[in-house]
């Protein structure tokens, strides 16, 4: 049986984290004046939860191993975790479980049914990624309106282009995002939540020790401990020949491999809007390999 990975320090800042950001009025206990710490202190989380101060203190610690799901739940309750804080926490719970083998990512290709459907997409920019967030799979319209990302020269070493890696290690990207504390943050709150999910994955290991080692602004976001299961909402890009553009982007889950988890991300325009004729025009230069005419209209 493989030994499991030590993430007790994981666990650890993680409820330390949360624990900080709830104030006794936030969860009905009487303020108390000054406090050394912000935030709750050990002993009333363990009220709140249903167990011993020195039950959760141990807990605190990184010793998550064979806690039951009851008290997971309850001290998720207690600590007001998101959906996605909750899943992290249950997955560092099973990651810290004895394992009976190491399973190891290697990067699958996508079949080609999921190439054509890509394909068939011709108004939405869809690109599909794997777990450590490398790029895999793109329609023609992604690799018009990313062509910023995509011409990046920071691509692993099998040359494949890794969205994290040129967050933070290409200045260039700090000129496509139009709001790039925003992409970051989601970028390493994505990877933060797969590292709980994959604790024996030495690629994505890798990947974080060295944005950890070569970025400040990651090593600084990591240590936050934010989390993202799903990513969707509102993204705005300044893109070199139409300006800027904002889209609405949805995160799907592919069943493409039991060995990594792939994700598509669909990004499109709201119909009506200035963002609407931008894409149509990238979609028609994607269509047609045309120069992009001149924007007719003032911004």
Not at 75 to 80: K, M, P, S
Not at 81 to 100: G, I, K, Q, V
Not at 153 to 164: F, G, H, P, W, Y
Not at 171 to 199: G, H, M
Request: charged share 25%.
């Amino acid at each position: 049986m493989a030994h499991s990975p030590d993430n007790r320090g994981d666990i650890r800042d993680f409820l330390i984290s949360r624990r900080a950001r709830l104030t006794p009025e936030q969860v009905g206990l009487p303020g108390s004046g000054r406090r050394r710490v912000p935030g709750l202190r050990r002993g009333e989380v363990a009220v709140l939860a249903g167990v011993s101060a020195e039950w959760y203190t141990r807990l605190e610690k990184g010793n998550i191993s064979g806690v039951s799901e009851e008290v997971l739940d309850a001290v998720a309750r207690t600590l007001r975790l998101t959906e996605d804080e909750r899943t992290y926490l249950f997955d560092l719970a099973a990651a810290a479980r004895p394992s009976r083998g190491t399973r190891r990512r290697r990067v699958t290709e996508v079949p080609p049914s999921l190439q054509w459907l890509l394909d068939t997409i011709t108004l939405s920019a869809a690109v599909a990624t794997d777990g450590c967030q490398n790029v895999v799979a793109t329609n023609a319209l992604s690799r018009v309106l990313f062509a910023p990302m995509l011409r990046s020269q920071i691509v692993t070493a099998d040359n494949r282009l890794n969205i994290a890696r040129y967050t933070f290690l290409d200045e260039a990207s700090q000129r496509f995002y139009a709001d790039w504390d925003a992409a970051a943050t989601t970028t390493v709150a994505l990877l933060r939540a797969e590292a709980a999910r994959s604790p024996h994955d030495s690629g994505l290991r890798a990947l974080v020790g060295e944005l950890s080692t070569l970025s400040t602004e990651f090593r600084t976001l990591w240590a936050a401990h934010h989390v993202r299961t799903h990513h969707h909402g509102v993204k705005s890009f300044d893109h070199p020949d139409v300006g800027a553009v904002e889209l609405v982007h949805q995160h799907l889950e592919l069943p493409v491999s039991t060995r990594t988890g792939h994700a598509l991300t669909v990004y499109s325009a709201q119909p009506g809007t200035p963002s609407e004729e931008k894409i149509r025009r990238l979609a028609n230069w994607a269509a047609h390999q045309t120069r992009i005419p001149a924007l007719t209209t003032d911004e």
